[in-house]
């Protein structure tokens, strides 16, 4: 079985340029997750999708975050513009359904802004 | 709100010896707990959960994991350590009884020396 596939892997942008990370889940995947993890943190929630509909976006920062799932399957996630701050791991993550289940991860867009 | 703590940012052991990593995690309703690590430009690999049912979770290459409601704590362990073992480790919590957010400690790192 296929794993998460995630690109690009690595990244550098100067700050208040834009940026895209593209996801593609494990097939028949229905739940769809974003996190950010900054260098010596644990992930944090950035969003959540249950096939194309956002179940969590309350820790998305919508000002310059933005994500979308049209089709239910892969997923964008756009940062525009850019801050130092964003600079962070950027993981995806897939799971078949939300409560009990597991969140496969995969292996993550390391993003530097300069 | 809900909370995960590792109390040690690293934990360093001989290989063939017994480790433990510690979690301790705060929620609302029901905990469902889970172990992951993450080896270098990797993203988190799956090691085991708890949801309910017998205390002591098994898991991958060994691991395991006891859950222990009353100390509100969900070490995680290995009889025998091995080099290999050697990875950042996270312990993360989702309430059962409300939402679908899963919220992840600040890492612990694991070093078999051997």
């Known amino acids: 079985e296929a794993g998460v596939a995630q690109s690009p892997r690595y990244k550098i942008i100067e700050k208040r340029q834009s940026v895209a990370f593209w996801c593609n889940p494990i097939s028949g995947h229905a739940t769809l997750y974003w996190y950010q993890q900054i260098l010596g943190q644990g992930p944090k929630l950035l969003i959540q999708f249950q096939n194309n509909g956002v179940v969590d976006d309350s820790q998305l920062p919508k000002d310059r975050f933005s994500a979308e799932r049209l089709k239910g399957v892969d997923s964008t996630l756009k940062i525009q513009p850019a801050k130092l701050e964003d600079s962070a791991v950027y993981l995806c993550?897939?799971?078949?359904?939300?409560?009990?289940?597991?969140?496969?991860f995969g292996p993550g867009t390391r993003l530097l802004v300069l | 709100a809900q909370s995960v703590a590792q109390p040690e940012d690293q934990v360093n052991v001989a290989e063939g010896n017994p480790l433990t990593v510690k979690c301790t995690y705060s929620?609302?309703?029901?905990?469902?707990l889970f172990w992951y690590v993450q080896y270098p430009n990797r993203g988190l690999q799956f090691l085991l959960k708890y949801i309910t049912g017998d205390n002591l979770v098994k898991g991958s290459y060994g691991f395991e994991a006891e859950f222990n409601k009353s100390q509100t704590s969900f070490h995680l362990k290995k009889p025998s350590a091995l080099v290999s073992d050697s990875a950042l480790y996270f312990c993360a919590v989702r309430d059962g009884n409300a939402g679908n957010m899963l919220t992840f400690g600040g890492g612990t790192r694991l070093m078999v020396k051997p």
């Open positions: 993550a897939s799971s078949l359904g939300t409560h009990q289940e597991t969140q496969y």
């Open positions: 929620v609302s309703g029901n905990p469902y």
